[in-house]
T-cell receptor, first 113, second 111 residues
Framework: GQQLNQSPQSMFIQEGEDVSMNCTSS?????WLWYKQDPGEGPVLLIA?????ELTSNGRLTAQFGITRKDSFLNISASIPSDVGIYFC?????????????FGKGTHLIIQP | DAGITQSPRHKVTETGTPVTLRCHQT?????MYWYRQDPGHGLRLIHY???????DKGEVSDGYSVSRSKTEDFLLTLESATSSQTSVYFC??????????FGAGTRLSVL
């Protein structure tokens, strides 16, 4: 099946730093989703992207839908302790289908005091 | 958790026993999903439903069955649990835009 490759796998940063992570696919996606998961909880949707080139913000988070439709980027500005968690990219593998999402393996964000 | 309740939240069981996990939603969404989450694998789709009594297999469906007799409930059954099914199980629901909302998860240990 289709795979989403997320990088980096882990990030160790200092509070206040900006964060960048990305997700790539070998095939085209028509929707890109970014989720965050806190320990012991389910993933929570952060941002949804629907058009190639789209840039969308949610507070300190900004995500972009790559022009090639095979990648997406998530940036977090001025990180704070509550940003710690696992960030997943995801997308529906089939256009218009509701038969599940393909997920990347996640980027672990760790903030050092 | 977008009106999604998973039960139980934690369960320990023995190899060979049947186990049923329940997902209940109050959003009246048509689509419901079961995923499992394992270290190094991320979230993988087990089964999904696109309506009452309409279900289909996902990427890792072997050893699992599902049922949906009402819009609000989606059950995941392990007919005979194995140690490889030790995992965290998440239910998700979806509206027409493919955006999925997740429950809090069920942590299952098969000894």
């Amino acid at each position: 099946g289709q795979q989403l490759n997320q990088s980096p796998q882990s990030m160790f940063i200092q509070e206040g730093e900006d964060v960048s992570m990305n997700c790539t696919s070998s095939s085209i996606f028509n929707t890109w989703l970014w989720y965050k998961q806190d320990p012991g909880e389910g993933p929570v949707l952060l941002i949804a992207l629907y058009k190639a080139g789209e840039l969308t913000s949610n507070g300190r988070l900004t995500a972009q839908f790559g022009i090639t439709r095979k990648d997406s980027f998530l940036n977090i500005s001025a990180s704070i302790p509550s940003d710690v968690g696992i960030y997943f990219c995801a997308g529906p593998p089939k256009q218009g289908g509701a038969d599940g999402l393909t997920f990347g393996k996640g980027t672990h964000l760790i903030i050092q005091p | 958790d977008a009106g999604i309740t998973q039960s139980p939240r934690h369960k320990v069981t023995e190899t060979g026993t049947p186990v049923t996990l329940r997902c209940h939603q109050t959003e009246n969404h048509r689509y419901m999903y079961w995923y499992r989450q394992d270290p190094g694998h991320g979230l993988r789709l087990i089964h999904y439903s696109y309506g009452v009594k309409d279900t289909d297999k996902g990427e890792v469906s072997d050893g699992y069955s599902v049922s949906r007799s009402k819009t609000e409930d989606f059950l995941l059954t392990l007919e005979s649990a194995t140690s490889s099914q030790t995992s965290v199980y998440f239910c998700a629901i979806s509206d027409l835009k493919n955006i999925q909302y997740f429950g809090a998860g069920t942590r299952l240990s098969v000894l």
